[in-house]
């Protein structure tokens, strides 16, 4: 029978949304105000699921210590306080919508854990926009 | 791969639980104090959640800007600062419980989005009591 | 010196917005949507503080189980899942604005409460739109 | 076609995550403060979700009401306002982590419905750390 | 007798805290990671409140539609989706902190409200920090 | 013209409420459930508020960055994972409800405050039930 554990972060970022091979008045058009050509920001929140079976001696499925570490090596370290446009490798060319932050991170968290642990990712752009992804 | 995006909106009206074909009895009995004779009122919080595959150009499900749009011209137009057994055509003779709600909001959001994406509706009629229906 | 002591409730109920001795047209352009002749409704967010001297013997300055009882004996079971303009004497030719609630709510909760007591309301009408009274 | 209903309740406890028959050293190596000997404690949010199909006459897939009250029965009545090592039959032997009392609680509440309904169990232990279970 | 009336409104832009006369070390040593070159962001969250007392008539302190048109006009289009530091004249030589932007903010709704209304502003930088402003 | 500054913090404690000098009878029917001999718990969420004049050079009341290392050291570290009644020095004897914790916080932290510094603290031990204090 499985359980899921989640662990709720967060990190505050600048990016504009753009795609490099548009025009200015295309990339105006589709993306609007996210345009903006000295980016804007937003404060992300993070909840990171993990999905498997409890252990029986200790009745955890995962520390969330262990989650909580992981969230601030891969995420927060990497994410925080910067502009992810210019700040990152990650979306230097790959353009950061919400969803494509999701499926970044996502990546990022897979390889650290264990194969069969099940992960989710749930990225909370502002109160009322928010992304899903399960690698799925 | 798929990814869910989903955007908050909400509403406020008035409504009242009654089925016309019981005594007042028997509805007063079902309902209690939500078949109030004059009506009561929520602000409903409503979470559209569409999930489909990112476009590989824009990064993009779905610009939430266009969910933002029709769920503001097919549920909070029709039913915001209104009430829901006299003002509106589909609830003049369905019983106005958050279930009917959402899957009266389901069937006017689906006829709007393309047939690829996939769609689930979450309404809180208050912070305590939510439901959520995906048309399956 | 003083602290407060804060308890959180909630009620739920229809209302309108009108002037009886406007005419419809001015009632419509004053109040707009909140006019709407068949009610619409919230959930009512309500904050009552105590203000006063902590009992050095308890350590409380008010049981807020007696706050509570308070708050459901004079609100909830006069407003919740009432139609205020209709079925409460305290709306009945007053415009149940969130300014008159919060007044009136304050001069329900008043007399109940010892008089070196001082008194707070806050209502919250939605989650954006929200009233506050001292009595001062 | 199925819908979801959820009720949001909760429950303040004290808790210390220890396993019987390890040392002292390895309780608190594996589970830090948690093991801390004279306990901590939290305010545990709980969302009891059910699933099934709607009554087509009532328009409910279950009252509110009802599972209100079987919260109440079950779980607040039980664990609110105890510690859940001491004063409870569940963890006299069984480790109190979040996962544990998750199932804990949907066996609990898997009891008092009908078969048809399907159930799902949320609860945070605080607003970063929560658990969810499904029996599956 | 007075009463306040508040309402919330949101934007999300990207800023960096750098004094221009100080050394690159020094900003850094002063701001951290806010000091970040290349910006990072933030979902501003903003309560505008406005007290004095309540017309008899209407009910009204002040219809909150008129502060919702004015918090658009003065803030959102001002500051929503844009670089504070780049791309305002009001931060181009003052360093946006959440104090001085409180203290514009103020400044701008001030100026568009009657004498007899006192303003207190509320800036949430994020969940964690958050300043308050009463132009006192 | 003054700003205030605030800081969100929380800790997970355990405690009950008991007066040493009276029955257990007495202690039962004043303080219910809370007087439970094996400790119940809370996650207390804490809000510290600093209020003074703004640094024209760095546009900083206080660096929240200070306030988050003093809550952490005084606050935190002494609290959180704690046994309020057993574990602390503070409340050794002194009834640990949330007025009293709100005390002596306030005193904790005034003295790591520079005197120019007003000092207010909220602390809710439920998201319903709250106190706050400025020491006046």
Redesign the interface.
């Known amino acids: 029978?499985?359980?899921?554990?989640?662990?709720?972060?967060?990190f505050?970022?600048?990016?504009r949304?753009n795609?490099a091979h548009w025009s200015p008045e295309k990339n105006k058009e589709?993306f609007?105000?996210?345009n903006?050509a000295?980016?804007?920001?937003?404060?992300y929140d993070l909840i990171v699921?993990v999905t498997g079976e409890?252990d029986e001696?200790?009745?955890?499925?995962i520390?969330?210590?262990i989650l909580k570490d992981v969230i601030k090596e891969e995420i927060e370290d990497r994410f925080?306080?910067?502009?992810l446009n210019?700040?990152t490798e990650e979306f230097r060319t790959?353009?950061?919508?919400?969803?494509?932050i999701?499926?970044v991170i996502w990546n990022l968290i897979r390889k650290r854990l264990n194969n069969h642990l099940k992960l989710n990712i749930k990225l909370y752009e502002?109160?009322?926009?928010?992304?899903?992804?399960?690698?799925?």
Chains 1, 2, 3, 4, 5, 6 share one sequence.
């Open positions: 029978m499985e359980i899921s554990v989640s662990r709720k972060s967060h505050n970022a600048a990016h949304l795609v589709v609007g105000t996210c903006n000295n980016y804007h920001g937003h404060n699921t409890i001696e200790t009745g955890y499925l520390d969330t210590k925080d306080h910067r502009n210019l700040d790959l353009n950061p919508t919400a969803e494509n999701a499926v502002t109160e009322r926009n928010f992304v899903e992804y399960s690698g799925n």
